[in-house]
């Protein structure tokens, strides 16, 4: 092993601080002492370093452990490129794609059941931990893997390296749940009832900790009736709405837009807001605003009491926006599987599931584990699902799928297909004809629409559809 590039060191009465890629680490005694060993430029042995840190701390707990103990040490030292270590420490067999994911769903499945099965979970011999943390990575379940890894029996390089990635997230995580405080404190003196939504309201009430799912954008869910105040009061503090989209205002294209879509996206900096009136194309798969907020939920988040919505109204939505995904990412299952696990979410239970929101629960509970004693729905939901519909989400998972992505030549075929998925979805005919419109008039088209007479904005969206079209056209004969 030999020592990596460290930018400072500050040592005071037995506390070592370092300085690397500009972030701050607070060593143990141990770790310090394991640099001591590592000279710069320099290769050393790991038994050496073994042998130095036993002489200068003696025997851990456990003295049949002391290799083990240290050898974790280095491995979280390696996550930070503190030390480089050697291939001998990431020997590893191939497993295919698939068998890879399947460990993951393993792994995932003891954290959500965790307080049912009091047994930890084993990744077990000859797996490649390299690929099992790509695919973590990918599907975006780094933190909730890295946080309950009590339940998890994984090799130290593995465990070090998720820690460290954690680390990472959730210092890139705090500046932006400083952002969503500043705006609800904006938007309560205004008056606005605000709920926040997925991200880090979701991890607080899926997983008890805000920081957990890792970075996301902030979604924000208002009353229709309040929607324009909102946009407004977000843009006059430096949001900015991209120019895909209509500007609120007094326009027919923004008017047109607020009836016929559900959410708007402004940005800040690196940071961006959903701003939703509706959480979601299915206006009735979730009740109304009014309802949500008198069945809300009240969470912490960086010490400040937030609004969000009632866990079962989570659990829900959770399951629709999963299935809308093609069940694409673990983390959305994992999400829904730690709800569906919580006595909580079924004491709160209002109303009946739609089909989409069932086969989710379904793929959730036979990929990742069907819960002890688990409720009746939670059971149903799994002999819902078949053989077929598991194999579909595995391909997605595996990105051999790319559900509301694939592309067709013909333009109906895609509004086609996503009117079927929101028929499973539960949608009224409302919903299906907003969908048309929307696929007729576009935001990109709405935000050129910059009259408030709709016969002239009308003809301004005609002019630009056409001439998108032409363009298009021009550009394929081009590239033959």
């Given at each position: 092993m030999?020592?990596?590039p460290?930018?400072?060191?500050?040592?005071?009465?037995?506390?070592?601080v370092?300085v690397?890629a500009?972030r701050?680490l607070v060593?143990?005694e141990v770790?310090?002492?394991?640099?001591?060993?590592?000279?710069?430029?320099?290769?050393?042995d790991?038994?050496?370093?073994v042998h130095?840190v036993?002489?200068a701390?003696?025997l851990?707990?456990?003295?049949?452990d002391a290799?083990?103990?240290?050898?974790e040490?280095?491995h979280d030292l390696?996550?930070h490129n503190?030390?480089?270590?050697?291939d001998?420490?990431y020997e590893?067999t191939?497993?295919t794609d698939?068998?890879?994911l399947?460990?993951?769903h393993?792994?995932?499945?003891?954290t959500?059941?965790?307080p049912?099965v009091?047994?930890?979970?084993?990744?077990?011999a000859a797996?490649p931990t390299?690929?099992?943390?790509?695919?973590?990575k990918?599907?975006?379940v780094?933190?909730?893997?890295?946080s309950?890894d009590e339940?998890l029996?994984?090799?130290?390089?593995?465990r070090?390296r998720?820690r460290?990635?954690?680390v990472?997230?959730v210092?890139?995580?705090?500046?932006v749940?400083d952002?969503?405080?500043q705006?609800l404190?904006l938007l309560?003196?205004?008056?606005?009832r605000v709920?926040v939504?997925k991200?880090f309201?979701?991890?607080a009430?899926?997983?008890?900790?805000?920081l957990v799912?890792?970075?996301g954008?902030?979604?924000?869910?208002v009353?229709?009736?309040?929607l324009d105040?909102?946009?407004?009061?977000?843009?006059?503090?430096?949001?900015?709405?991209?120019p895909?989209?209509?500007?609120?205002?007094?326009s027919?294209?923004?008017?047109q837009f607020m009836?016929?879509?559900?959410?708007?996206?402004l940005v800040?900096?690196?940071?961006?807001?959903?701003?939703?009136?509706?959480l979601?194309p299915?206006?009735?798969?979730?009740?109304d605003?009014?309802?949500?907020?008198?069945r809300?939920?009240?969470?912490?988040?960086a010490?400040?009491?937030?609004?969000?919505l009632?866990p079962?109204d989570?659990?829900?939505?959770?399951a629709?926006?999963?299935?809308?995904d093609?069940?694409?990412w673990?983390?959305?299952?994992a999400?829904?599987h730690?709800?569906?696990c919580?006595?909580?979410t079924?004491?709160?239970m209002n109303?009946?599931l739609s089909?989409?929101?069932l086969?989710t629960?379904?793929?959730a509970?036979?990929?990742?584990?069907?819960?002890p004693?688990?409720?009746?729905?939670?059971?149903?939901?799994a002999t819902?699902?078949?053989d077929?519909?598991l194999r579909r989400?595995?391909?997605a998972?595996?990105?051999?799928?790319?559900p509301?992505?694939?592309?067709t030549?013909l333009p109906?075929?895609?509004?086609?297909?996503a009117?079927?998925?929101?028929?499973?979805?539960?949608a009224?005919?409302?919903?299906l004809?907003r969908r048309l419109i929307?696929?007729?008039?576009?935001?990109w088209a709405l935000a050129?629409?910059?009259s408030?007479?709709?016969?002239?904005?009308l003809?301004?969206?005609a002019?630009h559809?056409?001439h998108?079209f032409?363009g298009r056209?021009?550009g394929r004969a081009?590239?033959r």
């Open positions: 030999a020592r990596g460290i930018d400072d060191e500050y040592r005071d009465a037995g506390r070592s370092v690397i500009a701050v060593l143990s770790a310090a002492t394991i640099l001591d060993c590592v000279p710069e430029q320099a290769e050393v790991v038994e050496d370093v130095a036993i002489s701390h003696g851990p707990p456990g003295a049949a290799r083990d103990a240290i050898t040490q280095l390696a996550a503190l030390v480089t270590l050697d001998e420490f590893e191939r497993l698939e068998a890879v399947r460990l993951l393993g792994a995932v499945g003891a959500t059941l965790a049912a009091a047994r930890r979970w084993h990744l077990g797996v390299s690929a099992f943390y790509a695919i973590a990918r599907h975006r780094i933190s909730q893997l890295a309950h339940h029996a994984f090799p130290p390089a593995l070090a998720l460290a990635s954690h990472e997230m210092a890139a995580n705090a500046p749940a952002d969503l405080i705006v404190d309560e003196a205004r008056g606005v709920l939504v991200g309201a979701l991890a009430q899926a997983w008890g900790d805000h799912r890792g970075y954008d902030l979604d924000l869910l009353h229709p009736d309040d105040e909102t946009a407004l009061c977000l843009v006059h503090a430096r949001w900015q709405v991209p895909s989209y209509p500007a609120p205002g007094t027919w294209g923004w008017q009836r016929t879509h559900h959410e708007l996206t800040r900096s690196s940071t961006s807001i959903d701003l939703h009136w509706h979601g299915v206006r009735r798969a979730l009740p605003f009014n309802t949500l907020w008198s809300r939920a009240t969470i912490q988040i010490s400040h009491d937030v609004a969000t009632g079962f989570a659990f829900a939505h959770s629709s926006h999963s299935a809308r093609g069940w694409r673990v983390r959305g299952i999400d829904v730690r709800l569906m919580m006595p909580s079924w004491a709160d109303r009946e089909r989409d929101q086969t629960i379904g793929v509970a036979r990929l990742l584990g069907l819960p004693g688990s409720h009746p729905i939670t059971r149903h939901a819902m699902v078949d077929r519909t989400a595995l391909r998972q595996l990105g051999q799928e790319h509301g992505q694939r592309t030549g109906m075929l895609t509004t086609f297909r009117v079927v998925s929101l028929g499973k979805s539960g009224s005919l409302e919903d004809i929307a696929d007729l008039l576009p935001p050129r629409c910059t408030s007479r709709a016969t002239v904005a003809s301004q969206a002019f559809r056409a998108e032409v056209r021009v081009a590239r």
